[in-house]
């Protein structure tokens, strides 16, 4: 099945931990993205990758870092300068960078 | 950043039909979106409207968009109990070459029997 496959589903982090959450598409996307979505608010843009090897800040890119190595890779790192990581992430991509998102299942991180 | 709005709530009997209103501020959006998102799951694409267009129906699903009052809407006819979930209304804007997309809140649909 064609698809974005995020893992793990649920991921605690201790304080002054970095973790880091795998987001995986078989879809021959060019572009992906990371949201985060905490309760009651829109999508926030954390960072965006319209090439592999190339990747861009979003609007709250502080605390978080990211790689595009591989097409079909995207992973996400949540460092210990991000003050309050708890919040579900989403990752997407996209045919394009001006085309339709499709989202992955989402991560739920929280803090210890 | 664009601002994106919804309401927060909307609450339907079974076999009614349910409209989910959305406004918006970019004049420059090139397309409109609906997700739709149940518990702990991520975004699903339900439909969407190139911003010349109107309307657009898709079997159960209509899309009505206003582009002089920034509106957007989405009416979702015969609204059954599976159709219970949070619908994020989302809009693009070509930012150099690059689509950057802005969310609403979402408008959680709760769907009595």
């Known amino acids: 099945d064609g698809g974005i496959t995020q893992s793990p589903k649920y991921l605690f982090r201790k304080e002054g931990q970095n973790v880091t959450l795998s987001c995986e598409q078989n879809l021959n996307h060019d572009a992906m993205y990371w949201y985060r979505q905490d309760p009651g608010q829109g999508l926030r843009l954390i960072y965006y990758?319209?090439?592999?090897?190339?990747?861009q800040k979003g609007d709250i890119a502080e605390g978080y870092s990211v790689s595009r190595e591989k097409k079909e890779s995207f992973p996400l790192t949540v460092t210990s300068a991000q003050k309050n990581p708890t919040a579900f992430y989403l990752c997407?991509?996209?045919?394009?960078?001006?085309?339709?998102?499709?989202f992955g299942s989402g991560t739920q991180l929280s803090v210890l | 950043g664009e601002d994106v709005e919804q309401s927060l709530f909307l609450s339907v009997r079974e076999g009614d039909s349910s409209v989910i209103n959305c406004t918006y501020t970019d004049s420059s959006s090139t397309y409109l979106y609906w997700y739709k998102q149940e518990p702990g799951a991520g975004l699903q694409l339900l439909t969407y409207?190139?911003?010349?267009?109107d309307m657009k129906q898709d079997q159960r699903l209509t899309v009505l968009l206003n582009k002089k009052d920034k509106h957007l809407s989405l009416r979702i006819a015969d609204t059954q109990t599976g159709d219970s979930a949070i619908y994020f209304c989302?809009?693009?804007?070509?930012?150099?070459?690059?689509?950057?997309?802005?969310f609403g809140s979402g408008t959680k649909l709760n769907v009595k029997p």
């Open positions: 409207i190139f911003s010349n267009m």
């Open positions: 989302a809009e693009s804007t070509r930012l150099y070459n690059f689509n950057k997309f802005y």
């Open positions: 990758s319209q090439i592999v090897n190339d990747f």
């Open positions: 997407a991509s996209a045919r394009r960078a001006n085309e339709k998102l499709f």
